[in-house]
């Protein structure tokens, strides 16, 4: 697949390039990254891409012209290219949605700055928005390196391992398991024992209810929707449940 870029800083992107999973996966054409700068689409000497908005209000907004030029260009080869706004007003971005984008042949992400994008962007080119929280950055940059590092990863062979992806957090309507590494005993902290002991079995089914018993005390909206969870799942979290209805803790350490 290919991410392509709008942003007025493309240097931002420059160490994000460089290393780990990204660099690995451009350097082995398992994904293409295109990064460019919004003011090339521009006609006038200055470059000018902002403009003070209708009504008076207070700061700059991305003008629509270079913004559509600029995608345009890009996609004019692609059939259904995904063209993504990243904007606070977006929908959350989660790993369904992530899982979507993976499945794309080539997804635009929009960059916004200043006081947000000219709403023609959003409503006539863009063809979903999100948001990767309830907050506001200063710009669309560092979503966008979310959105692409997470959905990077989801590619086929990219983590070399391929049930890596398949195993972390969200993938199963919970969160990932807590992981222990050595020393077995540090400041008087021991591993669960059940990791200790070899035996597949025990282990798989202590990850599975660690995994239940962190998504509860920290996540518990997770386990709204329990059709994702397998029956294996459904009947530890029960357990779960009535432990704690029964008042014993819910402590994500416990090798019970």
């Known amino acids: ?102 499945r794309q042949s080539q997804v635009v992400l929009i960059c916004g700055r200043y006081e947000g994008v000219d709403e023609r962007v959003a409503e006539h080119l863009a063809t979903e928005e999100i948001s990767i929280g309830d907050y506001v950055l200063s710009g669309g940059e560092p979503a966008a390196m979310v959105v692409m590092d997470a959905v990077i990863r989801l590619l086929p062979e990219v983590l070399g391992n391929p049930t890596s992806a398949q195993k972390e957090s969200f993938q199963a309507g919970r969160l990932d398991y807590p992981v222990y590494t050595r020393p ?16 597949h079995a025990e282990i798989e089914l202590w990850r599975r209810r660690a995994a239940l018993r962190k998504t509860l005390r920290y996540r518990p ?22 432990a704690n209805a029964a008042g014993q803790p819910m402590t994500c350490h416990s090798s019970s």
């Not at 909206?221 to 009535?242: G, K, M, N, S, V």
């Open 1 to 102: 697949m290919r991410f392509d870029v709008l942003t007025i800083f493309p240097a931002f992107f420059e160490g994000f390039l460089a290393y780990g999973i990204v660099r690995r996966a451009c350097q082995r054409r398992q994904v293409g990254i295109g990064i460019h700068n919004l003011r090339d689409w521009t006609y006038d000497r200055h470059q000018v891409v902002d403009d003070r908005p209708y009504g008076g209000e207070d700061g700059m907004v991305l003008k629509p012209e270079p913004i559509f030029r600029a995608v345009e260009a890009l996609t004019h080869r692609q059939p259904n290219p995904s063209v993504v706004l990243l904007t606070p007003q977006g929908r959350p971005f989660d790993q369904t949605v992530a899982q979507h984008l993976s």
């Open 184 to 199: 077995a005993v540090y400041r008087g902290h021991a591993v669960p024992a059940e990791l200790l002991t070899g035996n």
């Open 221 to 242: 909206d997770l386990l709204t929707d329990q059709t994702r969870l397998d029956e294996t799942d459904r009947r530890l979290l029960t357990e779960l449940l009535r």
